[in-house]
């Protein structure tokens, strides 16, 4: 099993569409979660980070849920430009450095 | 600020030469990590360093060296290239270790070919 798991799509949506992202991990020991955006052939940026309570930027609200250990991403109102891929990531658990990359979901967002 | 700076860009190989690829920030951050990424998997980190003089290894550090002698530069190294290191590799850095809530800043990546 791998330690972050995401679905890859693509998720093909129109405009205006409502769109929910989901990733689980394994370690409970987790204690940072992150998603970032990356677009095609370019480095990814973070997106947002993920607290406990949830917390919400605009149109993305993202959520945690630690005790099914997993962590979401809903997109609002999709706009051309929220096209592409979304990277779940983890920390590893305890104090190390290490973060763990979920594959990525890819979004297209249609006219 | 440049951020996080990497060289070269694309770079062919053949196999069994070395290289090393650069990385460079002017954030003053302690915090850097090498990734490799491919096709249908996520980033996989190759070597990280909490600071100058410091440095760990990742889930892949197999065929690569690093060293961190300035805050400022990562090196990657390339003892022997192999057709199986052809992939897209992403230098970041951060104020603090992963385990904090701290933003990661990537460079724009180096593509890597071994032919």
């Known amino acids: 099993r791998k330690e972050v798991e995401q679905d890859p799509g693509p998720f093909n949506v129109p405009e205006g569409a409502t769109v929910a992202f989901n990733c689980t991990y394994s370690n409970s020991a987790s204690q940072s979660f992150f998603w970032y955006r990356q677009d095609c052939r370019k480095e990814p940026k973070l997106l947002m980070s993920?607290?406990?309570s949830g917390n919400e930027d605009g149109r993305f609200t993202a959520q945690l849920n630690r005790a099914s250990q997993y962590i979401s991403l809903l997109i609002r109102d999709s706009k051309l430009s929220d096209s592409a891929t979304y990277l779940c990531v983890v920390n590893k658990g305890g104090n190390t450095g290490k973060l763990i990359f979920g594959q990525g979901t890819t979004l297209q967002v249609k006219p | 600020n440049a951020g996080v700076t990497q060289t070269p860009k694309f770079q062919v190989l053949k196999t069994g030469q070395s290289m090393t690829l650069q990385c460079a920030q002017d954030?003053?951050?302690?915090?850097m990590s090498w990734y490799r990424q491919d096709p249908g998997m996520g980033l996989r980190l190759i070597h990280y360093s909490v600071g100058a003089g410091i440095t760990d290894q990742g889930e892949v550090p197999n065929g690569y060296n690093v060293s961190r002698s300035t805050t400022e530069d990562f090196p990657l190294r390339l003892l022997s290239a192999a057709p199986s290191q052809t992939s897209v590799y992403f230098c970041?850095?951060?104020?603090?270790?992963?385990?904090?809530?701290?933003?990661?800043?990537f460079g724009p990546g180096t593509r890597l070919l071994v032919l």
């Open positions: 970041a850095s951060s104020y603090s270790p992963g385990w904090a809530q701290e933003t990661q800043y």
């Open positions: 993920v607290y406990s």
């Open positions: 954030m003053n951050h302690e915090y």
